[in-house]
C-alpha cells in the first residue's frame, strides 16, 4: 500500500528494528544439507550397513530376534581420533558376539545442558566457544563415514530439529533425551526419521511421557522444516513404527525387575509391545559411571533368567575411565569424557561379555 499524500513518509518505511531480532547479535550463513552429502556421500557399503542395521534392530525390536542392542559409546565426541581408536576396539568385539549382541556404537554430536556448557562437536568442534557449526556439521558426517565403514553401525540423540538433514542417513539408531521426549516438534521429527527411535522416560522418571511419545511417532504428522538443499518445507510423514521405551531413572533408579513390570503395564494400556531398554548409566548409576557394571549385571541375570522384555541396554563408555573438565589453556587427556563420566575400556569388554553370556544362557533354557 503506498502513502497518501499528506501521510507521513516514516509511516509508510516503517523501521521495525526496534521490535524484529533485537536479541540477535549476528546471523551467519548455514551450509546446505544438500551441498555437504555430494561432498561427503555415503558409500555402496555404508548404505548397505545403515539399512541392514536397521531392519536387525527392528528385528529384535518386532520380536524376530532374540539378540540384545547394545548401544555403547562414549558420552559425548569431541575428538575424532579418540572416537575412531575406541571404534578399532570395538568392532572386533562386536564381530565376536554378533550371534548374541547386536552393537551399535554410540557416537553422541549434540548435548542438552541443564543450564549452559559445551553443546556438543557439532556446535562449538574447536571446543574454544568459536561455534564453527559448518565446521562441525562436516567433521560429523567425516567420523560417521569412518565408523560406519569399518562396519559398526552408529547411534546418536536427535536434539537439534534441524541437523539430522545432515547426518541421519548415516544413522542406525537414534534417540530423544530426557528433555525433549514431550517436545511435539521432537515426536514429530521421529515420525519421519528412518531409523529406530527410543524415546527417553521423563526426567522425573516418567514412563507415560516416553509411551505418548511412542504413540505420537507411529502417527503421521504434517510440520515446518528445511529441505535437504536448505528451503523451507512442509513435511508429511508416515509415522515410525520402530519407536521405543528407554529407563534411564529419574528421582530413582528404574532398571529392576519391579520398575521393568511397572513400565510395561503403562505400555500394555497405551497397546504398544511391553519392551524396554536400560540406560545403565544416568539415573539409574545414580551418575555414578562404575555403578553401570552393577546395573548391567542386574539386567544379566534376569536375562538369563528368561527376560525377554528388556530388548537393549546402554553404556556410557570410552578409552579411558571417568571425566575431565573442558578448561582454557589446559590440555585434554586423550580418550577421556568431557561430559559425563564414563566406563573406560577395561571395564567395558567384560561387561559386554557378561550380557551376551546371558543371551546364551536365555537360549538354552
Known sequence: MQASADEPLHQATLDTTRIDDVRIAAVRALLSPALLLEDLPVTPAVEALVEGSRQAIGDVLHGRSDRLIAVVGPCSIHDHDAA????????????ELAGELLVVMRVYFEKPRTTVGWKGYINDPRLDGSFRINEGLRRARELL?????????????????????????????????????????????????????????????????????????RAAHSFIGMTKMG????????????GHVILRGGKAPNFDAAAVD????????AGLREQVMVDCSHANSSKQHRRQIEVAADVARRIEGGERRITGVMVESHLHEGRQDLLPGRPLAAGVSITDACLGWHDTEPLLRGLAQAVRTRRAR
Open 84 to 95: 575412531i581408536a575406541y571404534a578399532r576396539r570395538l568392532k572386533p568385539l562386536a564381530d
Open 262 to 269: 511397572a513400565a510395561c503395564a503403562v505400555l500394555r494400556k
Open 145 to 217: 563415514l569412518e565408523v560406519c565403514a569399518m562396519g559398526l553401525p552408529a547411534g546418536t540423540e536427535f536434539l537439534d530439529l534441524l541437523s539430522p538433514q545432515y547426518i541421519s542417513d548415516l544413522i542406525a539408531w537414534g534417540a530423544i533425551g530426557a528433555r525433549t521426549t514431550e517436545s511435539q516438534s521432537h515426536r514429530q521429527l521421529a515420525s519421519g526419521l528412518s531409523c529406530p527411535v527410543g524415546f527417553k522416560n521423563g526426567t522425573d522418571g516418567s514412563v507415560q511421557v516416553a509411551a505418548d511419545a511412542v504413540l505420537a511417532a
Open 231 to 242: 528451503a523451507a518445507a512442509i513435511f508429511e510423514t508416515r509415522g515410525n513404527p520402530d
